[in-house]
């Protein structure tokens, strides 16, 4: 663990989804922007944080 326990508590309770982000979470992202889901989807940036940018808690 790169960060002691309070530290890393302190950064989950700023996730508006309450847990740490996963390889899979940037998959799914990765899997709909190859897909046709997506062809009109132009000139946009995602973030994948957990909803840090949206807001605090």
Known sequence: MFVGE????????????????TGVDIAHLAVYLASDESVWV????????????????
């Not at 132009?42 to 808690?57: E, K, L, W």
């Open 42 to 57: 132009t000139g946009q940036n995602f973030s994948i944080d957990g909803g840090v940018t949206a807001g605090f808690r």
């Open 6 to 21: 309070e530290l890393r508590n302190f950064q989950l309770g700023m996730h508006l989804v309450r847990r740490p982000g």
